[in-house]
């Protein structure tokens, strides 16, 4: 019966774990190596904290080597880089992948914290990995945006309100979209008191509800909730560019309203 073996050099024993064998993997927990244990180099630590690693023999932090209890010190004698590099590498990525599928919450704190903690490195690893793989990525938002156009099309006002309001210098307030604005004033026109249609089909009719600014962001509005409400397209486009008290005296000429005449509501 064929069987994996151990991956250290010369030694055709039955595979353990991580690539090793029971011998060498006994000796890779205890000192950080699968054949460190047939000798005892001494371990060389510095008064200041640091240790030096028996791989890259680099003189680094206690905080770099793994900990272990059957290890000088309680860490390893190899820092995790070396350790990484001389393990069975395909082993620890599916073993990582396992855990990280078996405690998502975890994961995503632990995923969280680093990328605070590494701001700038997580930016450029993000930067590099976009860089590298933007034809797939590019294929994969294009395959979502067809598959959900009515979250495409909220997602693109988002980014181009907060555009807007950036080149105004006013101030965003996050997760402003149809839907949320929905939950909060309901389904009618705040101002001409029609029932809108939601429909996430791309129709561009007067009855489409959108994202209304009661104070536009032309005019030095923000894109906060205390200025965002819903409106029909109608009125909406009706009312333009225009303060409120502007476009009251507007549709008193116009008349351009659902029924012909501006009812506009106090705005909360």
């Avoid at 632990?110 to 990995?129: F, G, I, L, P, V």
């Avoid at 980014?159 to 149809?178: F, K, M, P």
């Avoid at 104070?215 to 030095?220: K, N």
Wanted: aromatic share 8%; glycine share 8%; with cysteine.
């Amino acid at each position: 019966m064929d069987y994996r073996t151990c991956s250290v050099d010369g030694c055709e024993a039955r595979y353990r774990s991580i690539g090793y064998c029971e011998r060498h993997y006994r000796h890779f927990r205890r000192y950080g190596s699968p054949e460190s244990g047939l000798f005892r180099e001494k371990v060389k630590d510095f008064a200041d904290g640091t240790r030096e690693c028996r791989g890259c023999r680099q003189r680094l932090a206690l905080n770099a080597f793994g900990r272990s209890k059957d290890s000088p010190g309680g860490y390893r004698t190899k820092c995790g880089k070396c350790i990484y590099r001389d393990s069975d590498q395909d082993l620890q990525r599916a073993n990582a992948r396992t855990w990280h599928h078996n405690n998502p919450e975890k994961s995503a704190r632990r995923s969280k914290a680093w990328r605070t903690d590494n701001a700038e490195r997580s930016k450029a690893a993000q930067r590099e990995y976009r860089k590298s793989n933007w034809p797939a990525l590019h294929e994969q938002q294009r395959q979502w945006r067809l598959n959900n156009p009515g979250k495409a099309k909220a997602q693109s006002d988002r980014a181009e309100h907060n555009r807007r309001v950036r080149l105004n210098t006013g101030a965003v307030d996050r997760d402003i979209s149809v839907d949320s604005l929905r939950a909060r004033h309901g389904d009618r026109c705040a101002y001409c008191s029609r029932l809108m249609i939601f429909d996430q089909d791309g129709r561009w009719g007067s009855e489409k509800a959108s994202i209304e600014h009661t104070t536009p962001l032309s005019r030095g509005g923000s894109h906060v909730w205390a200025n965002t409400t819903l409106a029909c397209l109608g009125c909406n486009r009706s009312k333009g560019a225009r303060t409120l008290t502007e476009w009251g005296n507007y549709g008193e000429i116009k008349g351009d309203g659902a029924d012909g005449t501006k009812d506009i509501h106090t705005v909360t």
